[in-house]
């Protein structure tokens, strides 16, 4: 049969610590046998991540004739060269670009609110969609569509997904998840931009440089 992969069996692990813990501290056994067992923690894998060709090829891809293509345009641009997480994404509002300033101010999310700067085909990319976003009573910037191109409320994190698996598929390319642009940029910045990673944090929005560098830097070239 085939092995169990090493993250499976570090959850595994976790679960039964956690359980005998449990039956100790409920004084339903006297010894923990968990503590026999020491496992070492597997090798992380290198980030999934998109490269700056496969943006490059995704957006030529995507035709910008409509309100959808425009969305879709600019999904790419704030996930991306604003490394925002799908969550972020969704619940962006027209107030939160800052065009004048070149400031993009994110919703608070995982690691809470925060701004990003904003390179000029992102603020082009949102101008565009902003002058041909359709009327709707939805306060959230990005649409979703019923299908024929009417807008349907608010774009969801699976909607996300889905659009990014479409385009990927008519670009010829591998889908590629939302989290793989915000790893991409991290990479594109560091190995190619040789960007300082005190920097890559900030743009990331990481509380501890000790997390951009525990992520990234065993990959740098």
Not at 72 to 81: S, V
Not at 163 to 174: E, I, S, T, V, Y
Request: net charge positive; charged share 25%; glycine share 6%.
């Amino acid at each position: 049969s085939k092995p169990m992969a090493d993250a499976s069996v570090m959850s595994i692990y976790r679960a039964l610590r956690t359980f005998f813990l449990w039956c100790k501290t409920k004084k339903l056994i006297s010894e923990d046998p968990m503590v026999e067992f020491k496992l070492m923690r597997p090798d992380p894998k290198e980030p999934r991540l998109a490269t700056r060709e496969e943006v490059d090829r995704l957006l030529r891809s995507i035709p910008v004739n409509d309100w959808i293509g425009l969305r879709d345009y600019l999904i790419i641009h704030i996930i991306f060269f604003g490394a925002l997480r799908v969550g972020e994404l969704v619940k962006l509002e027209a107030h939160h670009f800052d065009v004048a300033g070149e400031i993009l101010h994110v919703p608070g999310g995982k690691t809470g609110a925060g701004t990003v700067p904003m390179l000029q085909e992102l603020i082009e990319a949102f101008l565009a969609f902003q002058t041909h976003r359709p009327a709707s009573p939805e306060p959230r910037l990005l649409l979703s569509s019923d299908g024929h191109n009417a807008p349907n409320g608010a774009l969801t994190d699976s909607g996300v997904r889905h659009m990014l698996r479409r385009r990927c598929r008519d670009a010829g390319l591998r889908n590629l998840s939302p989290h793989a642009f915000r790893h991409g940029i991290a990479m594109h910045l560091l190995n190619d931009k040789r960007v300082d990673m005190s920097l890559v944090q900030r743009i990331l929005r990481h509380s501890s440089i000790k997390i951009t560098g525990g992520t990234y830097a065993r990959w740098l070239i």
